[in-house]
């Protein structure tokens, strides 16, 4: 292996293939299907691991002002899956459940497995397993990670594949980890400490959220019911994930390398985790999107040309395509002619969707004229009734203002690809620092939409204030948390809100909206957001990134 590179293989809970294919919910799936075309266009040997979810993420339908989840039965559409013959069992509940697994048929290297309980001859419920991706409570969520794990090594074994590398992407494949333990212990005869440092030798996780409650915890006792234990005893699984199990904790400990997603990111996470004994190392490697599915072709062509004029045209020729998208779906029709801004989010709090509401004594007569226009997309969680209020609060802003905001149901990859080369502004504005990177904003800013954003995530490594987009915070270099104002924590939020409203306002209505009627200037900025963003932000630097700092052999 000293004069090759490894051999990956990458398990990840969801993949964002192509929009049709519902096997993904949102930005960690997005990732992980850039992650995998990536590896193609390079010709990397890297295989995914993954699940094929029966009825996929919860589709969006809105009735009478209001957001319902919807299941259909996806799977008899996919014929593009391959049945490789293979099947494997994982005991769960002192039951065996057989896992099937099918080839995707999308690349020719950098193949994509997936395992599907679906079977007649599992016991019955455990065939509903891979029914809805994140849609179970604690026994079906362990159920379904036992199986992307432990199933997918089994599968890895059971296909003759033997990876050099197993990239955990996030904490749901911790469990495979355990298996390799396992493998060690049983098969192999080693004492408990010596398979663990062996396992590290071949695992390296990647960790996600710096939001405590995207970092799953389970009690002992019931992972043990499930089965997830593996032979293993409750002192070695304190050992590995401490009590209760944090799987992240895991990931760090069965791990001879971690990475976060972006550099911010990195500090955020090394706080974070600064308690776990014996973790490896976390460092940062920012997220990357793959042009080839998110760029337009006529806007970088005109890019490349560097003509003025033919950049904008390429622009409102983006931008027309969304909104004829817009009238289409919502039967609403925005003029291009006037400011459009952005915003597609996972409908959760820290995020803050409904923020630009917040003083409608301020933002309110830009609405009613059609100067501002805003375009929103987002689903919340299945299970995240707060998450759907704020969805129902922006349908009450899109009938309050009718001609000038728009929620676009159901938001897919279609809709992001639409917004994120059509808008010419992308809003994101979150609690910093909850944003563990981001990559919307990053599709925007290589297709020249300005990015106007908290300088969280991915954006405080690429923010020109004023030149390549705008930090919302006074000139663009102070950027405040909750912990920098005074009072009990709801006291500290609601400062830090008026603190950020205040600025967002500022900037939006002071710099954004004079420089927009100056079409030079603003496509002057248009131009450094792409080329400041092209390359650095994209897939395929990630991908180098990934080989180099956290594959590489000589990282063991």
């Not at 296909?159 to 355990?178: K, M, Q, R, T, W």
């Not at 203002?401 to 728009?406: A, F, K, L, M, R």
């Not at 900037?507 to 079409?519: E, M, R």
């Not at 603003?522 to 180099?548: C, I, P, Q």
Request: a negative charge; charged letters at 25%.
């Amino acid at each position: 292996m000293a004069n090759q590179e490894p051999k990956v293989a990458y398990f990840c809970m969801e993949y964002g293939i192509t929009s049709d294919f519902k096997i993904y919910s949102g930005g960690l799936g997005i990732l992980a299907g850039d992650h995998m075309k990536a590896a193609y266009d390079q010709n990397r040997d890297l295989i995914g691991i993954g699940m094929l979810w029966k009825q996929g993420y919860n589709e969006q339908i809105i009735k009478k002002g209001r957001p319902y989840k919807a299941y259909p039965v996806e799977t008899e559409k996919y014929d593009f899956l391959q049945d490789t013959g293979v099947k494997v069992k994982v005991e769960i509940r002192e039951r065996d459940v057989w896992c099937k697994v099918w080839k995707v048929d999308c690349f020719n290297n950098a193949d994509l497995y997936l395992l599907d309980t679906d079977l007649p001859e599992n016991y019955a419920g455990d065939e509903w397993i891979t029914d809805r991706l994140y849609g179970g409570f604690n026994e079906h969520r362990i159920a379904q990670e036992m199986v992307l794990s432990i199933g997918g090594v089994r599968a890895l074994r059971a296909l003759g594949i033997e990876p050099d590398v197993y990239h955990f992407n996030d904490s749901h494949p911790v469990f495979a980890g355990i298996e390799l333990l396992r493998e060690k212990m049983e098969d192999e005869g080693m004492w408990f400490d010596d398979a663990l440092r062996e396992v590290r030798k071949n695992v390296v996780f990647t960790t996600h959220t710096p939001v405590a409650a995207g970092n799953e915890v389970h009690p002992h006792k019931l992972l043990k019911y499930m089965g997830a234990y593996l032979h293993l005893n409750t002192e070695q699984m304190v050992a590995i994930g401490d009590a209760p199990f944090s799987m992240t904790a895991a990931g760090l400990r069965l791990s001879r390398n971690a990475n976060s997603v972006a550099s911010l990111h990195e500090q955020t996470a090394n706080e974070m985790w600064s308690h776990v004994d014996g973790a490896a190392p976390i460092v940062g490697i920012t997220n990357g999107v793959h042009r080839g599915t998110w760029t337009d072709e006529r806007v970088v062509s005109a890019f490349e040309g560097g003509d003025t004029n033919k950049i904008w045209d390429a622009h409102q020729a983006a931008k027309q395509d969304l909104l004829d998208l817009i009238e289409e779906r919502n039967g609403v029709k925005l003029d291009p002619n006037k400011l459009l801004i952005g915003f597609a989010r996972r409908a959760a709090p820290y995020k803050r969707s409904d923020f630009i509401f917040s003083k409608p004594e301020v933002i309110e007569e830009y609405l009613k004229s059609g100067e501002v226009q805003i375009v929103f997309a987002g689903k919340a969680h299945p299970l995240d009734n707060k998450g759907r209020e704020i969805v129902a609060r922006l349908i009450e802003m899109a009938d309050k203002y009718s001609n000038s905001v728009v929620f676009l149901e159901d938001y897919d990859m279609v809709i992001g690809a639409a917004l994120t080369r059509g808008c010419d502004i992308w809003l994101n504005n979150p609690r910093r620092p909850k944003e563990a990177s981001g990559t919307s904003g990053m599709k925007a800013a290589m297709n020249g939409v300005l990015n106007l954003s908290i300088l969280d995530g991915w954006w405080p490594e690429a923010c020109n204030h004023g030149v390549n987009g705008w930090a919302i915070s006074p000139d663009g270099v102070e950027a405040k948390t909750a912990e920098d104002f005074e009072g009990s924590y709801d006291e500290k939020i609601a400062q830090l809100d008026e603190y950020d409203v205040n600025n967002l306002y500022d900037i939006l209505l002071n710099q954004v909206l004079p420089t927009y009627a100056d079409k030079e200037k603003w496509v002057g900025m248009m131009k450094e957001s792409h080329k400041d963003t092209y390359v650095k932000f994209s897939a395929d630097r990630m991908l180098n990134d990934y080989y180099r700092l956290v594959y590489a052999p000589e990282n063991n």
